[in-house]
């Protein structure tokens, strides 16, 4: 067997949990910190609460929230699509003179 392989042994490492409950126990690191431990935990006391980790409740919100929204089919998105492609046609400039005077403006607030 290989020798100094293994982490280093701490009798006395300390747990710190989310809600301020604080003990010791030997692990492999001096220092760790819980979300929810034998105190806090509804399992042990008994009192319904949510354990929500890193905004999982939210994200399932969201997504039940997306799932109810009005799904489009491919000719709708496509007629939307055409659409907003003739709106930016009608958007454009139609003559050589707009598109001076649109350069013209553009370049005076530039300049201010």
């Known amino acids: 067997m290989k020798t100094a392989i293994h982490p280093k042994w701490h009798k006395d490492a300390s747990v710190v949990c989310a809600c301020g ?3 010791t126990l030997g692990s492999t690191q001096e220092k760790i910190e819980i979300e929810v431990c034998s105190a806090c935990h509804p399992f042990y006391t008994g ?3 949510y354990v929500d980790t890193a905004g999982r409740v939210d994200a399932f919100k969201a ?3 997306k799932a109810k929204q009005k ?3 491919k000719t709708q998105k496509r007629k939307l699509k055409k659409e907003r492609k003739i709106q930016k046609e009608l958007e454009k400039p139609e003559t050589l ?3 001076r005077r ?3 403006k553009s370049k005076k607030k530039k300049n201010k």
Do not use: D, I
């Open 21 to 23: 409950n604080k003990f």
């Open 47 to 49: 009192q319904m609460k």
């Open 63 to 65: 997504k039940q929230k």
């Open 71 to 73: 799904v489009l089919s």
């Open 97 to 99: 003179e707009e598109v």
């Open 102 to 104: 649109s350069a013209s």
